[in-house]
């Protein structure tokens, strides 16, 4: 099922040569911002990243992916830490059906780049690129919206080192009984996630006790908030439970861009937000929370009780319910 009301906003004050009129900017600002409280998630066009980088990125995936599994995994991870980069197969690991390749900063010493086909490097780190000016934007955006001083979160979030990006191929499914999840439900470990969805669908929030699906619009980046927005915005930015189902018969191709925090950043609802309200979480590291998050990932909690979530670190009962 899909709702129309998942606004699809035009970016275009903030992207087209940044002169945008202060009307426009307001508007698009109270437009995201507000689909950030209700759903957590909305779509984006004339986002700044341009129509070829995307379309030659998603081609770049397509050859790669259909190359033989030896090839592939020639740029598997060069170590076998919870922080990784390179070419993994999660449905050889997991239930999972996708492969993945990810990088993260240019910067971080872990990245692994396929060499083939010639000139996937340059694409990775040019789609990267693009999609961490899109997110830096967005953020930007909620920053204004929350009411904090200008600049307030860039300057609290100013290093990029920890950003990732995954550019995933969801395999078909055939067998009608097959599991058809390609990723279960969850929230993001980003402050937001900006997601390249080819035109095939399969992405789902979770709202009002049902699943509903984003349907792509055409040109769109969709955005998502994650945990540590929903934590420093006190509950008024929604990290949004999604996940991936994978269509029939069809093969899906996305790219996931986590804005993230640094490992060593202190996260707790800030206090320009809970002048009037109080905390609705306690303060963490990133680190901690990102490494039990990773060690899930790997050990697969039996109960979603027993996953760790922000609601981990909730003051009070009832807080998953912001
Ligand atoms: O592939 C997608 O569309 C989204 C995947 C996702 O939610 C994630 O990797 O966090
Ligand atoms: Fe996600």
Redesign the pocket.
């Known amino acids: 099922m899909s709702v129309p009301d998942f606004p699809v906003v035009d970016l275009s004050p903030f992207t087209a040569g940044g002169g945008g009129d202060e009307d426009a900017k307001k508007k698009v600002i109270r437009t995201i911002g507000d689909a950030c409280a209700k759903h957590g998630i909305f779509q984006i066009i004339n986002h700044g990243v341009p129509a070829e980088v995307i379309d030659r990125h998603l081609e770049y995936m397509r050859t790669f992916f259909a190359y033989p599994e030896e090839e592939k995994s020639k740029w598997k991870p060069k170590t076998d830490d919870l922080f990784y980069a390179g070419y993994i197969n999660t449905s050889k690991v997991s239930q999972y059906k996708k492969e993945e390749i990810t990088i993260n900063h240019p910067a971080c010493t872990y990245n692994v780049y396929p060499d083939n086909p010639p000139g996937f490097r340059e694409d990775l780190l040019e789609a990267f690129s693009y999609l961490s000016k899109t997110a830096v934007i967005i953020e930007g955006i909620l920053n204004d919206y929350l009411g904090l001083p200008p600049g307030f979160l860039k300057e609290y979030n100013n290093d990029r080192r920890q950003d990732i990006m995954?550019s995933?191929h969801y395999l078909a499914s055939k067998d009608p009984d097959e599991e058809m999840l390609?990723?279960i439900g969850?929230q993001?470990a980003s402050i937001v996630?900006v997601?390249i969805?080819d035109g095939t669908g399969g992405?789902e929030v979770f709202e009002d006790g049902k699943w509903i699906e984003v349907t792509p619009a055409k040109g769109a980046l969709a955005v998502n908030i994650g945990d540590p927005m929903q934590v420093l915005s006190n509950g008024k930015l929604k990290s949004v439970e999604?996940r991936?189902v994978r269509p029939a018969g069809k093969d899906r191709y996305?790219v996931?861009f986590g804005h993230l925090v640094t490992i060593d950043k202190w996260m707790e609802p800030l206090p320009q937000l809970t002048i009037n309200e109080a905390p609705k979480y306690r303060g963490f590291t990133f680190g901690e929370y990102t490494l039990k998050r990773l060690k899930d990932l790997r050990d697969s909690p039996t109960t979603p009780e027993a996953a760790h979530t922000i609601n981990s670190y909730a003051i009070g009962p009832n807080i998953a319910e912001v």
Request: proline share 0%; net charge negative; glycine share 8%.
């Open positions: 995954a995933f390609g990723v969850h993001d996630t997601l969805q992405l999604h991936v996305s996931v």
